[in-house]
């Protein structure tokens, strides 16, 4: 159990002259959508102090039963290796003493080591939101940092509103950061917390109040501008040590400051070492972990950590990534724990179908007829509405077909129907027959399903499942259309994409026709020469 004076390891202890503070579980848990239990905030403070994030903002306990059971449970349960845990809550109220005020209590009662107290700093709020004088804000924040210290607390004072404040009354504002540190604040942050500073703002107010209070100074910037990156990085470039971030951005409407891009700039841009050693490359795992935890599927454009941060299309690109990927890469994604993956479409060139093929272990051999054969059945089928970068499968099997001089089958069809028929007694019935040759013999099989795609995908099945047994260990995981050229009635182009899974991963495979289920079946008969072939089954047509 730990008690406020116990900290991190010594040895493992981040530089305190620069913060890296997580506000995931208090302002990121704010973001609309996002309803965490007791157990997924103790889940994600420990990969937060795995990741090596300084301080982590657990909740405002006293606000309501689940933030204060979190702090109970994670001083007994969390053995934290690099942060300490905050407790989040307000100065006193007007007119009572902090000593006798329970939401100040109740922030004692956490055993948190560390302490945020939410202060107002825009003489509008004190008076229209608080509805007490400006003095008697100065002694509510004077009177609730003193407490907190005295009970051997460190306080951090994040000064809500601290922008737009110092633009309406800069003396007011700057009194309040002077009222906080004099009182014992270790830092005083400054929060946008309407989001709408943009960078040179941000720079020029944080060095004017550090040149007129000497404060120690950190930065809190909601994102409703989309700069509270930049803003946070601005205010460090203008003498702030101590940065507010969450997880993936979330937080409070459009969310917070990202912690993943911020540590990653300080960490590589601007050489200061704010994580612990080797944490850096841990970066894309706890983003999407953590993105689990909350149940939202990870951005997959997020810089650094997204899947697609480090993936190349372009064909131009390719071909300078052969010679030098930091061509056209801000930095070697291994440093963040990601990869570079290049993409196979109708802008590819002979460079992408080269890399690619290195990346799916089928070597080329520099074969420039070859490749360029590849390159353009690519992109004829493009043009007719296949897409590869989202259907590997597709294209491995295609690749594998040029390069091995045909296509590997494992049966041979005949025919295939497939039925929906809609009965008197109201019942929708699907059923669907498919005739082929495997293993010199003809079978014929017939099964019902839920729809004509799901009768066809089991008829087949039951028409293989002697010959490759391996077909039952094949799931289909998705299954979507997209109607490409509208307007042509039911003669439309259909794209079918489906996702298909054994116990050693997923990929994805595409079909293109007027006719849905025929678009299906092709996506389907590509998903099973896919999947016997990664078994290494040997075709038995
Ligand atoms: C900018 C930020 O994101 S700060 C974080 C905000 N987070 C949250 O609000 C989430 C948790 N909040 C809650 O559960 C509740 O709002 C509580 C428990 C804190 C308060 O609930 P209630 O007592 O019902 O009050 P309510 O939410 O209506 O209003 C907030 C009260 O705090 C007061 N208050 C606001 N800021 C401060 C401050 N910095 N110092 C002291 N009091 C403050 C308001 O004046 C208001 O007082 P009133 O009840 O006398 O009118
Ligand atoms: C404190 C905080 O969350 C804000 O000012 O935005």
């Known amino acids: 159990m730990t008690d406020a004076t116990d900290g991190p390891d010594e040895r493992t202890r981040v530089d305190d002259r620069f913060h890296v503070f997580d506000t995931t579980l208090r302002d990121g848990a704010q973001r609309e959508g996002i309803n965490l239990t007791v157990a997924d905030k103790l889940t994600i403070a420990r990969h937060l102090d795995d990741f090596g994030v300084g301080f982590i903002e657990g909740g405002w306990p006293g606000a309501n039963p689940r933030d204060t059971e979190f702090f109970q449970r994670a001083r007994e349960e969390i053995d934290f290796r690099h ?63 003193a407490h907190l210290c005295g009970h051997g607390r460190r306080v951090f004072v994040d000064c809500e509103h601290f922008f737009d404040g110092h633009r309406a009354n800069p003396d007011y504002a700057l009194e309040v950061v002077r009222t906080a540190y004099e009182a014992g604040a270790d830092v005083v942050v400054l929060c946008d917390t309407n989001g709408g500073m943009l960078p040179p703002q941000v720079g020029a107010t944080v060095r004017e109040v550090i040149e007129a209070t000497g404060a120690r ?11 509270a990156v930049a803003n946070t990085l601005a205010a460090v470039d203008a003498g702030a040590t101590h940065v507010q971030c969450t997880a993936n951005g979330y937080g409070e409407r459009v969310g917070n400051a990202n912690l993943f891009p911020v540590v990653a700039a300080l960490e590589l841009k601007y050489d200061r070492r704010v994580l612990p050693p080797g944490a850096l490359a841990e970066m894309t795992r706890i983003s999407h972990a953590i993105a689990e935890v909350v149940n939202l599927t990870p951005s997959t454009h997020q810089p650094y950590v997204g899947v697609s941060a480090f993936a190349h299309k372009a064909g131009l690109h390719a071909s300078a990534i052969k010679v030098d990927p930091d061509l056209y890469q801000h930095i070697d994604p291994e440093r963040v724990g990601n990869t570079m993956r290049m993409l196979v479409s109708d802008m590819a060139g002979r460079a992408s179908i080269e890399l690619k093929g290195k990346e799916l272990g089928v070597d080329l051999g520099g074969d420039r007829e070859l ?21 590997d499968a597709s294209f491995e099997l295609l690749l594998r077909e040029e390069a091995e001089g045909r296509a590997r089958r494992y049966y041979r069809i005949e025919s295939w129907r497939a039925i929906a028929e809609d009965r008197p007694d109201g019942i929708h019935a699907n059923e669907a027959t498919v005739k082929l040759w495997a293993k010199g013999e003809r079978i014929v099989a017939t099964a019902e399903g839920n729809g004509p795609v799901d009768a066809l995908d089991r008829a087949l099945r039951v028409a293989l499942e002697r010959i490759y047994p391996q077909l039952a260990a094949l799931k289909l995981t998705d299954y979507k259309v997209r109607i490409l050229e509208g307007g042509r009635g039911t003669g439309s182009i259909t794209r079918v994409l489906v996702s298909t899974s054994d116990e050693s991963g997923e990929w994805s495979t595409v ?23 990664r078994a290494g089954v040997e075709p038995r047509e």
């Not at 006798?100 to 107002?120: H, M, N, W």
């Not at 100074?217 to 700069?227: E, K, N, V, Y």
């Not at 490749?371 to 259907?391: D, H, M, N, S």
């Open 83 to 145: 942060a300490q845990l905050v407790a989040f809550g307000a100065t006193r109220k007007p007119g009572v003493r902090a000593e006798d005020d329970p939401q100040v209590a109740a922030l004692l009662d956490s055993g948190a080591p560390v302490i945020t107290l939410v202060a107002k700093s825009h003489d509008r709020h004190v008076e229209l939101a608080l509805r007490t004088t400006l003095d008697e804000n100065l002694a509510m924040v004077r009177d609730t940092v």
């Open 511 to 533: 079909g293109v026709a007027e006719n849905v289920i025929a678009a299906s079946w092709q996506a389907l008969d590509d998903a099973y020469a896919y999947g016997l072939r």
């Open 371 to 391: 490749i360029g054969r590849v390159v353009e059945r690519v992109k004829e089928r493009e043009l007719a509405g296949y897409t590869y970068e989202a259907a």
């Open 217 to 227: 100074l950190g930065i809190h910037a909601q994102d409703d501008t989309g700069c």
